[in-house]
């Protein structure tokens, strides 16, 4: 919702301090706690968010347009949570290799072709958010077929190198790498009866939510189940 632009693609989300957005966000937010989270978590790094979060529950934080403050945050402190945890992970993500080697192998346009597919996406998702609120972004957000689809882009790198040059498979692979981090600190941080929400930025979705499949004691409960319409 800060919108820091760090990513390939980013969305537009307005300043979501507005009245309108705040309304919306309570809203979401009295949905999510309808699910009666014991615990929260988030994409930010060690430290930082239970630092700031005790900070939110003693009303010395200064306004943010983070989502974690204004989702995590505010849901953790709707749910009587005495505590917020970081689970973000350092990473590489090696793009400008491949991007170097599809040139100069004739492969700039798979390239090309990914990348306007998921600004189509961006697209979408900014005219939704603009058009229908967060709730909806939300919804189209946590959508297993999107995601699903989204994920294509993240394979469609194995088609650039060749032979003992592998630098689509390299991105992968730290691309992955980071992600079984984060997954392993949802893991290590979770305890039996434990019902967790989590908060990530969606191009991590496809691959926490296989991890939360594929590891034995965890059940997937769709947030679609929950957000308002």
Known sequence: MSNPGHDIHNVNAGDVLQPDRQAEIEKITGALASFHPTEVMAE???DVASQRY????NSTLAPSRNEVVQLGFR???ASRLSHFYDIDADGDFPYE??????QAHGQSQLLER???EM???TQTQTALLQSKGIAATLRYLNDPVLLSHSNSFYRQMLRVGAGTQQPGADLLTAWYHRNFLICANIVQNAHPGDRIVIFYGSGHAFLLRQCVTETPGFV???PNNFLPQ
């Open 97 to 102: 290799p491949v991007q170097v080697f599809a």
């Open 44 to 46: 930010w790094p060690a």
């Open 75 to 77: 849901l953790a402190k």
């Open 54 to 57: 005790a900070q939110y529950l």
């Open 114 to 116: 990914a990348n306007v």
């Open 220 to 222: 997937l409960v769709e």
């Open 119 to 121: 600004e189509a996406s």
